[in-house]
């Protein structure tokens, strides 16, 4: 399978800046990586598409001006969360498809928390 | 809308006993689905997919078209097995849609 990791595994940051988190994969070059976000008890919830060397693709009601995504490389995807506030206060998670393409490997996951 | 539904939050069995945790989906067509599973502090990880007939650790899962639902089963739980699990539908480009998960305790 596949092996992604995430960095930071954890970030607290101040409302109204700009927090970055890395989703890579480590030995398997992904065209395609995908971002969830998990609130407190609930499920995982796609968010977006993250497809390299284009433009990610966001699900319904997720804005993309707040949430930047950039895959520029086989190996990286970035989530920028903009001017971040409480209520952005999550577990993000990204994912990978791997050498089986009808399965996704995940990464460990980031918690932010927004003060 | 087209969605996968776990409607137990919390299901406790105790070791060797039958374990079942219940997912319907809605949907028209031949739903690509899968069954999920995150032990406690770690990642999410695949435990089986309906295209493949497999069994992995014990579980199975049948689609039953019929019924709209995708069924994980256990004929002998074991305490290893407690953990949080999701059915999962795969739509168009990959894309996975959770059920709300499961929370199996496996008791001694």
């Given at each position: 399978g596949a092996v992604v990791s995430q960095h930071p595994s954890w970030v607290i940051c101040k409302s109204g800046t700009s927090v970055k988190i890395e989703c890579r994969s480590l030995d398997f070059q992904a065209?395609?990586?995908?971002?969830?976000?998990?609130?407190?008890?609930?499920?995982?919830?796609?968010?977006?598409?993250?497809?390299?060397?284009s433009k990610a693709t966001y699900e319904q009601g997720v804005e993309k001006d707040k949430f930047l995504i950039n895959h520029a490389s086989l190996t990286l995807s970035t989530l920028t969360v903009t001017s971040a506030h409480p209520e952005d206060s999550s577990f993000y998670i990204c994912s990978t498809g791997g050498p089986s393409t009808d399965t996704q490997y995940f990464g460990p996951g980031t918690r932010l928390t927004v003060l | 809308a087209q969605r996968v539904t776990q409607p137990e939050k919390l299901l406790s069995v105790f070791k060797g006993a039958p374990v079942e945790l219940k997912c319907n989906y809605s949907y028209s067509g031949s739903p690509e689905l899968f069954w999920y599973v995150q032990y406690s502090r770690q990642r999410l990880q695949l435990l089986l997919r309906h295209i493949s007939r497999e069994s992995i650790k014990g579980f199975t899962a049948d689609l039953n078209k019929g019924e709209t639902?995708?069924?994980?089963?256990?004929?002998?739980?074991?305490?290893?097995?407690?953990?949080?699990?999701?059915?999962?539908w795969e739509t168009s480009g990959s894309r996975l849609t959770f059920g709300e998960g499961t929370q199996l305790t496996v008791n001694p």
């Open positions: 065209t395609t990586m995908f971002w969830y976000r998990q609130f407190p008890k609930q499920s995982l919830m796609l968010m977006a598409t993250s497809n390299e060397g | 639902s995708f069924h994980l089963k256990k004929p002998f739980a074991q305490e290893e097995d407690s953990a949080m699990y999701y059915c999962a």
